[in-house]
C-alpha cells in the first residue's frame, strides 16, 4: 500500500473545483522569463506535468493557471506559466500551494491509495474498537504513518500490510491490527 500525498482543500467559491487536493508548493522564480520553481509533494516528482491546468492559492484564494512548457530537476520542477511573464511575477507566486482537481486524478491502483481520499476515515482495531479518523499522513522513507486522531489522543499507525488488515472507503473505515494502548 502506497498513498500518494495529498490532502483535501476545501473550496466553496464559484469556479473554483470543490475538490482541490494540494500537490505541492511555489519555491519561488526561476530563470528571468516567468518561470516558477515548484517543489512537489508527489510520489514521482513529475507527476504534476500530468496537468495542464494548476490552481494556485493562499488564504483560501485561488486562480487557475495554464502550463505553457515545464522541467523536472532532482527534487523539484520548474514550469512557465501562462501570464506569468517576468521574474517579479514569479517571484510573487512564492509560498502559494499548487493543487489540482481530485476528480482529474487518475484512479488508484488496487490496493493504492491517495493520502486525499484516506483523510476522515474512521480507524478501529480487530477487537472493534475505535481509534480516531485519520487527520493526515505522514511519508517517513520507510513507509507511510497514518496520523489518528480521537479528541485529545494522538496515535502514528504505520500504514503497511502488517498493521493495515483493511480500507473500506465507501463505509468509511480503516481496520487495522493496533491496540488502544499502543
Known sequence: MKPAK??????????????????????????????????????????????????????????????????????NINAQLEGVDDRDAAAALKGMTVAVPRSEMPEADEGEYYWADLIGLEVVNLQAERLGAVHSLLGTGANDVLVVKDGDTERLI????????????????????WGLDY
Not at 517543489?39 to 486562480?63: H, I, K, M
Not at 488488515?165 to 468509511?172: F, N, P
Request: without cysteine.
Open 158 to 177: 504505520p500504514f503497511v500490510g502488517a498493521v493495515v488488515v483493511s480500507v473500506d472507503q465507501a463505509s468509511g473505515l480503516i481496520q487495522v491490527d
Open 6 to 75: 495529498q490532502q483535501p482543500i476545501a473550496a466553496s467559491v464559484a469556479g473554483i473545483p470543490a475538490d482541490l487536493v494540494p500537490m505541492g508548493f511555489v519555491a519561488g522564480a526561476f530563470g528571468i522569463r516567468g518561470w516558477v520553481k515548484v517543489v512537489a509533494d508527489t510520489e514521482f516528482v513529475d507527476s504534476l506535468f500530468e496537468y495542464p491546468v494548476w490552481w494556485l492559492g493562499r488564504n483560501g484564494q485561488w486562480r487557475a493557471y495554464k502550463v505553457l512548457d515545464s522541467s523536472a530537476q532532482p527534487k
